[in-house]
């Protein structure tokens, strides 16, 4: 099995920054694309920034210029480092993981870590 695991989320005033962590652990061969999610109460879930495992990077206008997302592949580990935030970044935060090989294969699978709190208030 493969999980993620996320944190680094917390209470943080407006125009502060943030970064969020994401750990891939257990039976990975490979992972090309990691990805954030966030999910505010009452709205549907939305992507905030994807990266591929060449470093190619997307983000949705609502966080570009504000939002970096970076990896180490190494480590399977991704980041999210969020500088000047609004209440309307409060959310839970997801990492994603939708095509992990678990072994040498054709076989890819989709994962979701348990989401991490981030609140902008002052």
């Known amino acids: 099995q493969v999980q993620l695991v996320e944190s680094g989320g917390g209470l943080v005033q407006p125009g502060g920054s943030l970064r969020l962590s994401c750990v891939a652990s257990?039976?990975?061969?490979?992972?090309?694309?990691m990805a954030w999610y966030r999910q505010a109460p009452g709205k549907q879930r939305e992507l905030v920034a994807v990266?591929?495992?060449?470093?190619?990077?997307n983000y949705p206008d609502a966080v570009k210029g504000r939002f970096t997302i970076s990896r180490d592949n190494a480590k399977n580990t991704t980041y999210l480092q969020m500088n000047s935030l609004t209440p309307e970044d409060t959310a839970v935060y997801y990492c994603?993981?939708?095509?992990?090989?678990?072994?040498?294969?054709?076989?890819?699978?989709?994962?979701w870590g348990q989401g991490t709190q981030v609140t902008v208030s002052s």
């Open positions: 990266i591929t495992s060449a470093g190619s990077t």
């Open positions: 257990g039976s990975i061969f490979s992972i090309n694309t």
């Open positions: 994603n993981a939708p095509d992990v090989r678990r072994s040498s294969g054709t076989i890819y699978y989709n994962y």
